[in-house]
């Protein structure tokens, strides 16, 4: 069983920028592949980036240049530093992990970002 636990959200003002941790704890050796995604106000989830074991990235169209997502294998976690925020980005973030055809979620952190 994996656990995933954000920290790193809360409030900012536009154009401030926020950093978000995930750390998963239990069986997630080998290639695996860490996200983040996000759900706005009546909005789907959405994928904002991911990250493979080897550090190969993918971003979402409207957070390339702006976001930045990262790893530390050693200590199973993942981040993303969200910079030029903007009010469009308020959202729940949620941590993802991949482990060959098992997904894992954590329980999602808000951020806010007020114009």
């Known amino acids: 069983q994996v656990q995933l636990v954000e920290s790193g959200g809360g409030l900012v003002q536009a154009g401030g920028s926020l950093r978000l941790s995930c750390v998963a704890s239990g069986s997630i050796f080998g290639d695996n592949v860490m996200g983040w995604y996000r759900q706005g106000p009546g909005k789907q989830r959405d994928l904002v980036a991911i990250?493979?074991?080897?550090?190969?990235?993918n971003y979402a169209d409207s957070v390339k240049g702006r976001f930045t997502i990262s790893r530390d294998n050693a200590k199973n976690t993942v981040y993303l530093q969200m910079n030029s925020l903007k009010p469009e980005d308020t959202a729940v973030y949620y941590c993802?992990?991949?482990?060959?055809?098992?997904?894992?979620w954590g329980g999602g952190i808000l951020v806010t970002v007020s114009s």
């Open positions: 993802n992990v991949q482990v060959g055809s098992y997904i894992y």
């Open positions: 990250i493979t074991r080897g550090g190969n990235t």
